[in-house]
């Protein structure tokens, strides 16, 4: 199949005539069609006929409008898109159709690239395991017994399948790690503020971050050049400027020190999981990196830390949802959203707004100075993205406290606002794949997709694909 | 911790909830403001607030008219209009 490629090949054989993107949607679209039944990665599937025209009249320029041209992606049902129902999972919003669309829509059209759908998710992003959707929940590709991890779930099935190239997810607390993770792709959360985040469902917006998730780092690095930069439509874009990100991925590991967060592999982690983490470690040992333990001592707390902000936000950003201007009314949230709704609305409430939310903000900066510290003594930290692989469907359902301890590993970046790239580490014995993250300093997106792109040259658990769509029965 | 208030929380979001309802959220919710409250014991010494992690601040861009949404595609979405206006449901009486 042609998507399973990388887009830098993609690219090549388009510009050499080699395949035509109506060839790439056609194969697109039938995969996705032929997949979503099952695994329900998709919540809108374009038509075909609209599909075709516009891959034609791409594939008729002289001039590529990008190194994106032509290639089909899916965006998270999160994304604002023009005439495109845009549900952000939820029944809420089961009929909204975006007068307008979101910046990192919109760049993408520039850049010729071609949307083929958009992804289910977590209502309003809450949640990590793709169930909490008002919407069929979405299956793992590696086993449909199993969640894909969330709140982008979809996007990560979509890419993991090959259906699409790649996806545009977004990132609150974990939201785009978590599912690469679990499904076995690579996903970017970026700075906060790197990409624009206009045009994208507000869950909390101090932590809300937009990022790319594909098949690779190399992959990533192409999506983020096109993305990435200030935006006059949000001001909270950064206004440095952005990098050629997909230049040049090579980098001398003998120069990189690697710090190893002990907190984040201490009590609750997964014993196959941390053996999978440590062993990534150690390759990058052998590849030439200095590995260092580190401390980051507030790590046990991130999750009421994290939670106190990001459920106050939450209720914020959701009072929006009246059913005047679009939308249905309150009652359609689900029960997650409802139980984040309130928690954050308690958590603001007068009387206790200086004991949850201001105490949190207080921790927030007491994590910063964490991360800060150890910045200073290494390049990344390495660790894992979950305790656990990818849960059976319904397992994390009924708990609604251990759903959010699962993203323990991940909310602290959110909350930090730097970057952290997830990629591919490895699987555990029942054929699961897991994930580690490379966490950053602010901006250092360019590194750690070369410092991702080493571990991919030296391993291939990038290149695996699910057994459910079966291209390579011997593997 | 003391009972949770839940129908004023209820009442404060803006969300209608049964008497089922607000017994399952009662319980949930309770265990996880429990939890949330370790943040109670956490020595944050002399540290300010953080409210955003962005360094720009006071972001301006020129005054000046650019293109938005016509009144016929911001009306698209809603429930009721009348007469090219969203209609609300009154919150003042009569009298």
């Known amino acids: 199949m042609l998507l399973n490629t990388s887009i830098s090949q993609l690219e090549q054989s388009l510009q050499q005539k080699k395949i035509s993107s109506v060839e790439l949607v056609t194969e697109a679209l039938s995969q996705a069609t032929a997949q979503n039944k099952t695994l329900s990665d998709f919540i809108t599937l374009r038509e075909k006929e609209a599909l075709l025209t516009q891959a034609s009249s791409l594939d008729a320029m002289k001039k590529p409008k990008s190194r994106l041209h032509g290639i089909p992606f899916s965006l998270k049902d999160t994304y604002a898109t023009k005439d495109v129902l845009t549900t952000a999972g939820s029944n809420v919003l089961q009929s909204f159709i975006p007068p307008y669309n979101a910046t990192v829509y919109q760049k993408l059209l520039d850049a010729g690239a071609i949307l083929i759908g958009k992804n289910n998710q977590d209502a309003f992003g809450h949640g990590s395991s793709n169930e909490n959707t008002d919407f069929s929940p979405a299956k793992n590709p590696w086993n449909t017994q199993h969640i894909p991890g969330g709140s982008s779930g979809g996007s990560a099935i979509s890419i993991a399948t090959r259906a699409v190239s790649f996806a545009i997810g977004e990132d609150t607390g974990g939201s785009i790690r978590n599912p690469a993770s679990m499904c076995g792709i690579s996903g970017l959360k970026v700075t906060y503020g790197r990409v624009s985040r206009y045009g994208a469902v507000a869950y909390a917006s101090s932590l809300d971050s937009v990022g790319p998730m594909a098949k690779s780092a190399e992959d990533l690095a192409l999506i983020l050049e096109v993305i990435a930069g200030a935006d006059p439509l949000d001001a909270t874009t950064a206004t440095r400027p952005s990098e050629p990100y997909a230049t040049d991925l090579n980098t001398d590991m003998k120069k990189v020190v690697i710090g190893n967060p002990k907190e984040f592999f201490a009590e609750g982690i997964d014993p196959e999981v941390k053996q999978i983490v440590l062993a990534a470690a150690e390759e990058y040992r052998q590849a030439g990196a200095t590995l260092e333990e580190v401390s980051i001592p507030f790590l046990e707390h991130s999750i009421a830390i994290y939670y106190s902000l990001a459920m106050s936000e939450a209720s914020s950003n959701l009072a929006r949802y009246d059913g005047v201007r679009y939308g249905a009314s309150r009652d359609a949230f689900t029960q997650e959203n409802k139980r984040r709704i309130m928690g954050g609305t308690f958590a603001l409430s007068s009387g206790y707004a200086d004991k949850f939310y201001k105490t949190a903000q207080k921790a927030r900066t007491v994590l910063i100075e964490e991360y800060a510290k150890v910045f200073q003594k290494c390049d990344v930290l390495l660790a894992p993205v979950t305790p656990t692989p990818a849960a059976q469907l319904g397992q994390l359902l009924n708990d609604p406290l251990t759903i959010l301890l699962e993203d323990l590993y991940t909310v602290t970046i959110n909350t930090v606002g730097v970057p952290s790239l997830a990629i591919p580490a490895g699987f555990t014995k029942n054929k699961l794949p897991v994930g580690m993250q490379l966490i950053g300093k602010k901006y250092a997106e360019r590194q750690l997709l070369q410092i991702g792109h080493a571990y991919q040259q030296r391993t291939d658990w990038h290149t695996q694909q699910p057994p459910t769509i079966g291209t390579d029965n011997d593997r | ?95």
């Open chain 2, 1 to 95: 911790m003391k009972k949770l208030p839940i129908k004023h929380i209820a009442n404060l979001a803006n969300l209608s909830l049964s008497e089922k309802e607000l017994a399952h959220f009662e319980q949930q919710l309770g265990s996880t403001i429990e939890y949330m409250q370790q943040i109670n014991q956490l020595d944050t010494g002399s540290a300010s607030p953080t409210a955003r992690v962005f360094n720009d601040a006071n972001v301006l861009r020129e005054d000046r008219t650019t293109a938005s949404l016509t009144q016929v595609e911001a009306l698209k979405n809603a429930s009721r209009q009348h007469q090219g206006y969203f209609v609300v449901d009154a919150i003042l009486d009569k009298e």
